[in-house]
């Protein structure tokens, strides 16, 4: 059998199968696709990030490849590709504020083959510090909590008044002259009872 003239035509079919399965497979490596983030994904964090950095499954033409940071609709920050053939694109040096935050990215592979994709995180306030928070009722301590005995005042010994010298004037003249009064009778009895010795003894 003679092959010859089949061979002509089996190459070309080769290679027509080849083109079209180039043309097929190579766009589909091409993609910059999104392989990660850091912050990753719907992240929520304690503390503000400084960096953030995107990867990519295919080297970036880092003219064209870029993301931007939003907050509430406004662009905070812009990060990019290094240089050609980067993987990853990263923003620096960032201070963020708390809140929700989306990260709008474009990444354009070597071969010119675009994509676009967004990234979410959120940045939780920072927590009131000791000196801010509300003070805390001071704790009751054993000693205060446990009732102590009632202790007995000090004993009054109610004071039994001593008598006291009337300062009564009127009180002072009775007294004396309830002494005088007897004595004044009894010398009047005595010179009556001489004068009647007296005279009885005259007379005889």
Do not use: C
Not at 86 to 91: I, K, N, P, S, V
Not at 146 to 163: C, F, K, L, N
């Amino acid at each position: 059998m003679n092959t010859s003239r089949w061979r002509g035509p089996v190459l070309a079919l080769a290679v027509a199968v080849s083109a079209v399965v180039a043309t097929g497979v190579v766009p589909v490596l091409a993609h910059a696709e999104f392989v990660s983030s850091d912050p990753a994904n719907g992240a929520t964090l304690a503390t503000a990030p400084t960096t953030i950095t995107l990867t990519f499954s295919e080297g970036l033409n880092a003219a064209k490849s870029a993301f931007s940071l939003n907050q509430n609709g406004a662009n905070v920050a812009t990060g990019k590709a290094a240089s050609d053939g980067a993987t990853t694109m990263t923003a620096t040096g960032l201070s963020l504020a708390p809140g929700s935050y989306v990260i709008r990215w474009t990444s354009v592979a070597a071969d010119g083959d675009l994509l676009r994709g967004t990234v979410t995180f959120t940045v939780l306030p920072p927590a009131p510090s000791p000196s801010t928070a509300a003070p805390s009722a001071p704790a009751t301590t054993a000693a205060s909590a446990t009732p102590r005995p009632a202790t007995a005042g000090p004993s009054v010994v109610a004071a039994t008044p001593s008598p006291q010298p009337s300062s009564d004037p009127t009180a002072a003249s009775s007294t004396g002259s309830d002494v005088v009064l007897p004595i004044v009778l009894a010398l009047l009895v005595v010179a009556g009872v001489g004068a009647f010795v007296l005279r009885r003894s005259r007379r005889v």
